[in-house]
């Protein structure tokens, strides 16, 4: 399994640490709401039991610790905007309860984490709107002075954590890509290594034999035409010129058999330098020790599948378990992949299987697949 680059392992610190700061952050600002004595602090006129606001608190710490843990909780995920929604809502009332400036810090974090799960114009409304209806809630309903300047303080606020988190989430979306397309590249350039070798092999061996096994077995019928005609003198010199000619011949023979033996690509290697650190303990590899695959066409073909299968699976499964098998068979090459994510009704084949299809088809194999809520199932057969 591939290890971890300095560079994702440094990414992942950073956003490790940024939750880590988000959630004392919130901490501090549930001590301080709680704790805050002054009365000109407290919208009276909305005044509601404290263990209500301890409550709400409690909503918007829980969904920053969450934020840890949805990469495990594959069933919860499905439901992050849900939990996003909730806890945004319990800050926008903690916001319109208080007037307190660090209240509104939490505003401020959530729609750092909006960045994440919706789109722009998703997260212009959420930065503007609710700041700015609460400015204007205190500043004609409660006459809290400066309410609409500080809104528009905190909007602007927003407005800068918005616009560097969707950076930052650009920025991480074009070095994962980076990172993906380089491990294609790798797996691309040992195959085309792999091929050159394979034909430069067979190309040797075919010189050999063509040219130098030929004239040594025209010479080894030279010298039995010396032997049957000169039976005087020289006789033990030919004889011990033919026994050498066809311990030559032997030896070239034999390396040549080398050659062509040590043809094989190892599609194992090639696959294995597909797999993202984050698949490590999800998807396991179960590829044939002894598989003989001289074929540089074949060894593509299953290449593809494999880099195919794990695209599909990182984009639209949610599978906790992915498991891909390449073995012969009696007269033929399989390619197993498994997962246990769902799939809904309404699969549609994408381009991507369907070019699958067409080169397993180009060589003259077979593609079924088979799936429902417990998971996909796909298996291919190519004659050897």
Same mark, same amino acid.
């Not at 130098?212 to 025209?218: I, P």
């Given at each position: 399994?591939?290890?971890?680059?300095?560079?994702?392992?440094?990414?992942?610190?950073?956003?490790?640490?940024?939750?880590?700061?988000?959630?004392?952050?919130?901490?501090?600002?549930?001590?301080?709401?709680?704790?805050?004595?002054?009365?000109?602090?407290?919208?009276?006129? !909305?005044?509601?039991?404290?263990?209500?606001?301890?409550?709400?608190?409690?909503?918007?710490?829980?969904?920053?610790?969450?934020?840890? *843990?949805? @990469?495990?909780?594959?069933?919860?995920?499905?439901?992050?905007?849900?939990? *996003? $929604?909730?806890?945004?809502?319990? #800050?926008?009332?903690?916001?319109?309860?208080?007037?307190?400036?660090?209240? +509104?810090?939490?505003?401020?974090?959530?729609?750092? /984490?909006?960045?994440?799960?919706?789109?722009?114009?998703?997260?212009?409304?959420?930065?503007?709107?609710?700041?700015? +209806? @609460?400015?204007?809630?205190?500043?004609?309903?409660?006459?809290?002075?400066?309410?609409?300047? @500080?809104?528009?303080?905190?909007?602007?606020?927003?407005?800068?954590?918005?616009?560097?988190?969707?950076?930052?989430?650009?920025? /991480?979306?074009?070095?994962?890509?980076?990172?993906?397309?380089?491990?294609?590249?790798?797996?691309? &350039?040992?195959?085309?290594?792999?091929?050159?070798?394979?034909?430069?092999?067979?190309?040797?061996?075919?010189?050999?034999?063509?040219?130098?096994?030929?004239?040594?077995?025209?010479?080894?019928?030279?010298?039995?035409?010396?032997?049957?005609?000169?039976?005087?003198?020289?006789?033990?010199?030919?004889?011990?010129?033919?026994?050498?000619?066809?311990?030559?011949?032997?030896?070239?023979?034999? #390396?040549? #058999?080398?050659?062509? $033996?040590?043809?094989?690509?190892?599609?194992?290697?090639?696959?294995?330098?597909? !797999?993202?650190?984050?698949?490590?303990?999800?998807?396991?590899?179960?590829?044939?020790?002894?598989?003989?695959?001289?074929?540089?066409?074949?060894?593509?073909?299953?290449?593809?599948?494999?880099? %195919?299968?794990?695209?599909?699976?990182?984009?639209?499964?949610?599978?906790?378990?992915?498991?891909?098998?390449?073995?012969?068979?009696? &007269?033929?090459?399989?390619?197993?992949?498994?997962?246990?994510?769902?799939?809904?009704?309404?699969?549609?084949?994408?381009?991507?299987?369907?070019?699958?299809? %067409?080169?397993? %088809?180009?060589?003259?194999?077979?593609?079924?697949?088979?799936?429902?809520?417990?998971?996909?199932?796909?298996?291919?057969?190519?004659?050897?």
């Amino acid at each position: 399994m591939p290890k971890k680059n300095d560079f994702l392992a440094s990414l992942y610190e950073l956003r490790t640490l940024e939750r880590i700061l988000a959630i004392c952050t919130g901490l501090i600002v549930a001590y301080l709401t709680l704790t805050f004595e002054d009365p000109r602090g407290w919208v009276k006129t !909305l005044a509601v039991p404290k263990y209500v606001i301890a409550t709400l608190l409690a909503v918007v710490t829980s969904y920053l610790v969450l934020e840890f *843990f949805w @990469g495990g909780l594959e069933k919860l995920s499905r439901y992050r905007r849900h939990f *996003f $929604a909730l806890a945004f809502a319990a #800050t926008y009332t903690l916001m319109l309860l208080y007037e307190l400036s660090f209240v +509104s810090i939490l505003t401020i974090l959530m729609v750092n /984490r909006a960045t994440q799960i919706f789109s722009l114009p998703t997260c212009l409304v959420l930065a503007v709107v609710p700041t700015m +209806s @609460g400015g204007l809630i205190d500043h004609y309903y409660h006459s809290i002075p400066y309410a609409i300047h @500080g809104a528009i303080l905190y909007v602007l606020f927003n407005l800068a954590i918005l616009v560097i988190g969707f950076a930052v989430m650009s920025e /991480r979306r074009e070095k994962e890509r980076s990172e993906k397309l380089l491990r294609e590249l790798r797996a691309t &350039q040992y195959l085309l290594s792999e091929t050159a070798k394979q034909d430069e092999r067979l190309h040797i061996s075919r010189d050999l034999h063509d040219q130098v096994g030929h004239h040594l077995t025209a010479l080894s019928l030279q010298l039995e035409v010396a032997i049957n005609a000169k039976p005087e003198h020289a006789l033990q010199y030919v004889h011990r010129a033919r026994d050498i000619s066809r311990l030559l011949l032997s030896d070239i023979r034999a #390396t040549i #058999t080398d050659i062509r $033996a040590n043809t094989n690509i190892d599609i194992e290697r090639a696959v294995a330098s597909l !797999l993202q650190p984050t698949d490590e303990g999800r998807v396991s590899l179960n590829i044939q020790d002894d598989l003989n695959l001289q074929s540089a066409t074949l060894a593509e073909t299953l290449f593809r599948c494999a880099q %195919e299968s794990l695209t599909n699976a990182r984009k639209h499964s949610r599978a906790t378990s992915i498991e891909i098998s390449i073995f012969k068979s009696h &007269q033929s090459f399989g390619f197993c992949y498994r997962d246990n994510g769902g799939v809904s009704e309404g699969f549609i084949w994408g381009n991507g299987l369907t070019g699958m299809k %067409e080169r397993v %088809e180009n060589l003259g194999g077979t593609m079924d697949i088979d799936f429902d809520t417990r998971g996909f199932n796909l298996n291919i057969d190519i004659p050897s």
